[in-house]
């Protein structure tokens, strides 16, 4: 398995620009597809964006195409979320996941079939 560290978390103006990294540790970590995944209070976790390692497919919800990137850097074993105009409504705990699964399919962006979750970065947007 692979352990997960999430950091660049912080709080934001509405508009503003953050870039969360994921840091791996595992001899394995380049045979993971990596996700981000947020979860605001009294809602349910939802997916944000993946990364699949063997040909680089990407993968975003509707809510946040456009605005936020996920890339990676396998030589420093680090996955990147960068999010562009950040809005209220993208405050929320955001955890970074791998699986063996793409993050094309739709049960993996449903959480299913994840080996490892980090323990989260919290974003904060304000008015």
């Known amino acids: 398995q692979v352990q997960l560290v999430e950091s660049g978390g912080g709080l934001v103006q509405a508009g503003g620009s953050l870039r969360l990294s994921c840091a791996a540790h595992g001899p394995t970590f380049r045979f993971y597809n990596i996700g981000w995944f947020r979860q605001a209070p009294m809602k349910e976790r939802e997916f944000v964006a993946g990364r699949d390692w063997a040909d680089g497919s990407t993968s975003y919800s509707d809510s946040v195409k456009g605005r936020y990137t996920i890339s990676r850097d396998n030589a420093n074993y680090t996955v990147y979320l960068q999010m562009n105009n950040l809005q209220l409504e993208d405050t929320a705990l955001y955890y970074c996941?791998?699986?063996?699964?793409?993050?094309?399919?739709?049960?993996?962006?449903?959480?299913?079939?994840?080996?490892?979750w980090g323990h989260g970065t919290q974003v904060t947007v304000s008015s």
């Open positions: 996941a791998a699986s063996r699964k793409s993050f094309t399919a739709p049960q993996t962006m449903g959480a299913m079939g994840i080996d490892s």
